[in-house]
């Protein structure tokens, strides 16, 4: 079958650095996606990677290991504003989305 | 900027009602989606499209039709909703893409509650 795993939940403090970590087995793999999700509201994309490698947009990276079947997202600087949830998408061999559940990001001041 | 929009934030249906939930996306995309979300776990793939009068079953159809009449408009239905449809709606729209999955782009979402 197909799973992704994040952790359920992550505490923080505000100002600190996270590393959310988000590991996969999928039929093929033709990238990983991370999204942001503040409670109530749409998913928001983040990032995309499908080459291995670390690609960094402002406070935010994204790593990827194919070999590995894992990916993290950093997050720098922490903002109370940063408290969401985490979403990973693997894209598999069909190109379907498959998503992880979600890691919410409690940041504390 | 790319927006997509439900017709409702918040719904309460009972049991054995039609219900029809509304998505509009204004950035002429050929793709679009529906998911639920529930707590605790990922967003599961209802239907998709990927042009006008197509349609594709995702992992959970069961309960649920979709119908794409016009490229910008999606729409959900539960035939006869019941208590286990309870959840959160999402839809989301996405360019095709030649060679990859592209970003999609999600609405605000739709809570629905049978009663």
């Known amino acids: 079958g197909q799973n992704i795993d994040q952790p359920t939940e992550m505490t923080a403090t505000e100002g600190a650095i996270v590393q959310i970590n988000c590991t996969y087995q999928?039929?093929?793999?033709?990238?990983l996606f991370w999204y942001q999700q503040h409670a109530g509201e749409a998913p928001t994309f983040l990032s995309y990677n499908v080459l291995d490698g670390l690609e960094e947009k402002g406070r935010f990276s994204s790593f990827l290991s194919r070999s590995k079947g894992y990916s993290y997202l950093l997050l720098k600087e922490l903002q109370m504003k940063d408290s969401a949830s985490y979403l990973c998408?693997?894209?598999?061999?069909?190109?379907?989305?498959?998503w992880g559940a979600g890691t919410k990001l409690i940041i504390k001041p | 900027d790319v927006k997509v929009t439900q017709s409702s934030r918040y719904l309460v249906k009972r049991t054995g009602e039609k219900v029809f939930l509304e998505c509009v996306q204004d950035m002429d995309h050929e793709n679009m989606f529906w998911y639920r979300q529930d707590p605790g776990l990922g967003l599961r793939l209802i239907y998709f499209?990927?042009?006008?009068?197509?349609?594709e079953k995702g992992d959970i159809p069961e309960g649920y039709s979709v119908s794409r009449e016009k490229k910008e408009r999606f729409s959900l239905i539960l035939e006869s909703a019941s208590t286990n449809q309870t959840s959160m709606y999402l839809c989301?729209?996405?360019?095709?893409?030649?060679?990859?999955?592209?970003?999609?782009?999600f609405g605000p979402g739709t809570r629905l509650l049978v009663l």
């Open positions: 989301a729209s996405s360019r095709r893409g030649e060679v990859v999955q592209e970003t999609q782009y």
């Open positions: 998408a693997v894209v598999d061999s069909n190109y379907q989305l498959i």
């Open positions: 499209s990927y042009d006008v009068k197509m349609k």
């Open positions: 999928t039929s093929g793999f033709n990238g």
